[in-house]
C-alpha cells in the first residue's frame, strides 16, 4: 500500500497534488511519502513485537538524510554500508546504538570512524576483516560487539546480481566453517561476540529461501553457544521483495516474515534485528518525469522522456519492471497505447520498457515511475553531463525539496583544470 492515489483526475503524493510539485521544481524528479515510509517501518516493527528487536533500516536503498530522520524518529536502526552512510546516519541524528555496520569491504578508516562514534555492532565478513577490526579496537583501547555474516549456501531465487547467500558469492564466510571462524574470533583481543548475521538477497518473493536460511542459522546458534559463545542477538538481513508491477504480483508480507522468524529462530531467546530497505523505500517514492517527443519509429511509438538511465538505473541494469503511469489520470475506458519508453542518453540500454501498454500520453504531460523510491536516487549519476535530480519529500499537505537540483555550474565546477593546462 502506498499513498500515491489518484483524486479528481490527477495524482496526489499524500495530499499534494504531483503536477503541482512538478511545477515547482522542474522534472525529473523524485518525491517520497512520508506516510508511506513510516507504515512500512512500522509493519516490520510490529511483524516483530513478539520479542525483542531493532528493524534497521537499510539505507543504502534511500540514504537522503530527511528520509533517515522520518525514520529514526520513528524508532528505526540503521544498517550502513560505508563510512559515508554512517555520517549520514549521524547528521540524521541516530545513536550509534543503532547502528550496525554491514559490507564486505570495511577500511580501517571506516572501522575507525565507527568505533569512535559508536557503533551497535559490526558484521563481520571475513578472518581478514577480522584481524583489522581487532587490530584497529585494541589500538584504540576499545572492545566492539561483533556478528559474523555467514553464507548458509541456499539460493535466494531472485535476479543475480542481488543473489548473495550462495557459496559463490563474496559475501560472508561458508557456514560450513562457521565454528572454526567464531573461535578464532574469542580468541582476537578487542572483539566481542554477540552474535550470528546473514543476509541472501535482494527482492526475494518467496519465503522458503529465508526459512532455509534461518533454520540453519537457528541449528548454528545452538551449536556455537555449546562452543561456548555468546549468541544472544541474530541478524536476518534484509530482502523481503515488493510489487513491482500491480497487476500480477503479490509477495509476502511482513507479518508472515516476522512469524516465519518467530517460527524459525524465536526459540533461542535472542534479539532480533533485520534490514529491511526495499519494502520499506521501495514503494514510498516515485520518480516524476516529462515527455518531451512522442516519436512514430519503425513499426513501434517511442515515448521519449526527459528522465532517463542515469536518473534510474534499475530498467537497464536488471531489467527491472516499473510501473509507469500518466500524472493526469486517464478517462475510465480509454483504449492502452504500445510504447517503447526511452530516456535520451545516447545509448540503446536508456530503455525504460519495450511494448508497454498504458494510457496514451502526449509531449509535455507528466508519467510517474512507481517503485522508485528504493535504489532510485541512490544509484544516480551524472552521465551524459545531466545534473542529478532533486528529491521532495511529503507530509500531508505540505512538501520540501530534500536534495535540490544542482545548476550546471555547479556540476562543471566540481572539476578542475591542473595548473599546466
Ligand atoms: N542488508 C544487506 C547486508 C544488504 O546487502 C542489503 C541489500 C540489504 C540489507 C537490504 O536489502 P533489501 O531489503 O533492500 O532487499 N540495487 C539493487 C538492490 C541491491 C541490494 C543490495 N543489498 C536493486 O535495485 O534491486
Redesign the pocket.
Known sequence: MDHFLYRDGALYAEDVPVADIAAAVGTPFYVYSTATLLRHYQLFDEALAWGDHLVCY?M??ASNVAILKTLAEAGAGM?VVSGGEYLRAKAAGVPGSRIVF?GVGKTEEEIRLVLEGGIRQINVESEPEMQAISKVATSMGVSVPITIRVNPDVDAKTHAK?A?GKSENKFGIPIARAREVYAMAAALPGLEVVGIDV?IG??LTDLTPFELAFAKVAELTEVLRADGHTIKRLDL????GIPYSRSNEAPPLPSDFGAMIQRTVGHLGCEIEI?????IAGNAGLMVTQVIYVKSGEGRDFLILDGAMNDLI?PAM?E?HHDIVPVQEPAPGVEQHTYDIVGPVCETGDTFARGRNMPPVAAGDLVAFRSAG??GAV?ASEYNSRPLIPEVLVHGDQYAVIRARPTFDEMINRDTIPQWL
Open positions: 537499510a543504502k536503498a544498517d554491514s542481488i548473495t543476509h535482494s527482492q538481513g534484509g530482502g523481503l534490514e529491511p530497505g526495499r519494502l534499475r536488471y527491472a528504493a535504489y544509484m
